[in-house]
């Protein structure tokens, strides 16, 4: 194995939209940054390109792709939970979750759409050819298309009972942000900073984080 400078910490199994962003920057608070999200992977051309590897069945180099990151959460790396629990075996798992019906509204008017949408946006061929990928992910992960709900919502109950049947419970926090600190901060070992729970990215904050890149 490749020596890693930072071991990731924190591994997110939870889908797109169940908090992640606000959850980012609570790790960041708590001193687990930096952390992977999905806000990484677009802007960055060696991030696409490791991405683009794993998501067309090339080899993981997960070293290489969280090299100096603390914590992993969102998509695309929630999407390999499995092997990120055998690859850091140290790391907690963070099972982020909302009431479903409430993540299908908020998935279906941002990622949703823009799975659905984006070849018809004037995209760099690059983002086009990763959400090509990004896309055929999720399908996969529904076994169906990426607006098809009831595949969505049961997709979402298998991922949380996935979780919950392979992890160790003293390794997993099943989190929602709605909680704010205490859970979190309890499981981790940390104090509760003295500062609200970050609450970022909703559904007008998406489409206004697109457009800026």
């Known amino acids: ?31 687990f940054g930096p952390c992977h999200h999905m806000d990484e992977v677009l802007p960055s051309p ?11 069945g090339g080899h993981a180099d997960w070293a290489r792709i969280f090299s100096g990151y603390r914590a992993q959460i ?3 790396g929630a999407n390999f939970w499995r092997e990120l629990a055998i690859a850091y075996p140290q790391a907690t798992v963070i099972h982020s979750v909302r009431p479903e019906e409430s993540w299908w509204k908020s998935y ?7 799975m659905a949408e984006f070849r018809e946006m004037p995209l760099p061929s690059e983002i086009s050819a990763l959400m090509e990928n990004l896309r055929s992910m999720v399908e996969k992960t529904f076994g169906s ?3 098809d709900k009831a595949a969505g919502l049961a997709a979402y109950r298998r991922r949380g009972d996935q979780v919950r049947a392979t992890i160790a419970p003293e390794r997993l926090i099943v989190f929602d942000v709605a909680q704010g600190w205490e859970p979190l901060c309890s499981h ?9 729970f ?8 998406f489409w206004a984080g697109l457009q800026s890149r």
Not at 108 to 114: A, E, R, Y
């Open 74 to 76: 969102d998509w695309p």
């Open 145 to 147: 298309t990426v607006d």
């Open 108 to 114: 279906i008017s941002t990622i949703g759409k823009l």
């Open 198 to 205: 970050p609450r970022l990215n909703s559904t007008d904050d």
């Open 188 to 196: 981790l070992g940390v104090r509760i900073p003295d500062q609200p």
């Open 1 to 31: 194995a490749l020596p890693i400078c930072i071991a990731l910490q924190i591994i997110g199994s939870g889908f797109g939209r169940t908090g992640t962003r606000s959850l980012k920057e609570a790790l960041h608070i708590l001193g």
């Open 46 to 56: 060696e991030q696409r390109a490791l991405w683009q590897g794993v998501l067309t």
